[in-house]
Structures are given as C-alpha cells and as structure tokens.
C-alpha cells in the first residue's frame, strides 16, 4: 500500500504563511506528477498546485502569487509554501500523486492536513 505522508498544517492568521510537506516512496516520486488539492467544507476538491516531474508549475489563479510548490528528488518530498494566507484558504490539504511517464498506472492520495486561517 502506498502512502503518501503529510505535514504542515495547523492555525495561522490571516496573512500568515505555512508550509506543506508531502514525503511519498521512491518508487514512484522521480516519475510523478505531484499535486495539492484542497476542500473547503460544502465545497468539491480543488486543485492548487502541481508540478511535473521535470519541475513544471502550475497554480490555480486564486493562489497565483501567494503560493509555491516545489519538489525535492533526493527527499522524495514536495512542499507547498503558503504566504499571505487568506481567510479563504481554509481547508484539508491534499497530497496527490500520479505518473508523469507513459505505460505506468496510479493515483494516489495522501490522508489530508487541516489548515485553518484566522480572520
């Protein structure tokens, strides 16, 4: 069973920064094209940021600016740093993981980290 671990949540205030973390095997981290969803209450999952294996980015405009993802092979881990939070981001964070090379097939979902921003 493959897991996908997460850290980094937790309670800031508004304007505040925290960073994520997202350790998953070896195995599968060098040909993954790695994500972070998140899910407010009464809302769908959203994606937030992804990037590919070569280190390609891509950020939902309402986080454009304000939040970096980035990946770190020798670490097998993918962060995501969140600065100047917003009330709106509230929400469990999601690590997600799937392949970035042809002929391979998986989906993978970390168990999620709650982050709260103050008002």
């Known amino acids: 069973q493959v897991q996908l671990v997460e850290s980094g949540g937790g309670l800031v205030q508004t304007g505040g920064s925290l960073r994520l973390s997202c350790a998953a095997p070896?195995?599968?981290?060098?040909?993954?094209?790695m994500g972070w969803y998140r899910q407010a209450p009464g809302k769908q999952r959203e994606l937030v940021a992804s990037?590919?294996?070569?280190?390609?980015?891509n950020y939902a405009d309402s986080v454009k600016g304000r939040f970096i993802i980035s990946r770190d092979n020798a670490k097998n881990t993918v962060y995501l740093q969140m600065n100047n939070l917003k009330f709106e981001d509230t929400a469990v964070y999601y690590c997600?993981?799937?392949?970035?090379?042809?002929?391979?097939?998986?989906?993978?979902w970390g168990q999620g980290t709650q982050v709260t921003v103050s008002s």
């Open positions: 990037i590919r294996s070569g280190g390609t980015t």
């Open positions: 070896g195995s599968i981290f060098s040909i993954s094209d």
């Open positions: 997600h993981a799937t392949p970035d090379v042809w002929g391979v097939d998986f989906d993978y």
